[in-house]
């Protein structure tokens, strides 16, 4: 089966930065649309991003647009959050995500891969 690893999280403060990272394995990986989901404690996981197969292709989640891009290296297998002026709101641990089909998805439920996690604090 295919693993993916998150990295990147850690503590910034409200408008800072950060890069999320995910190492995917697998033969097929340029095949696979990704996504970044989150979860904040006592709350439902909630889609943030999503990139197709070629990286073409990108959606975002509204309370996102315009602060964070996904994007992908398939060379590398390797996907991207990069996360600026990061709100309070946004602390969550993050979730990388991969889908066997080209074309992304919001929904969790339509993919098959998740990595482990990575935690983000934004502080006030």
């Known amino acids: 089966q295919v693993q993916l690893v998150e990295s990147g999280g850690g503590l910034v403060q409200a408008g800072g930065s950060l890069r999320l990272s995910c190492a995917a394995s697998?033969?097929?990986?340029?095949?696979?649309?990704m996504g970044w989901f989150r979860q904040a404690p006592g709350k439902k996981r909630d889609f943030v991003a999503a990139?197709?197969?070629?990286?073409?292709?990108?959606y975002y989640a509204d309370s996102v647009k315009g602060r964070f891009t996904i994007s992908r290296d398939n060379a590398k297998k390797m996907v991207y959050l990069q996360m600026n002026s990061l709100k309070p709101e946004d602390t969550a641990v993050y979730y990388c995500?991969?889908?066997?089909?080209?074309?992304?998805?919001?929904?969790?439920?339509?993919?098959?891969?998740w990595g482990q996690g990575t935690q983000v604090t934004v502080s006030s």
């Open positions: 990139i197709s197969g070629g990286g073409s292709s990108t």
């Open positions: 697998g033969r097929t990986f340029s095949a696979y649309a």
């Open positions: 995500a991969g889908r066997k089909i080209w074309v992304s998805s919001r929904y969790g439920s339509e993919y098959d891969y």
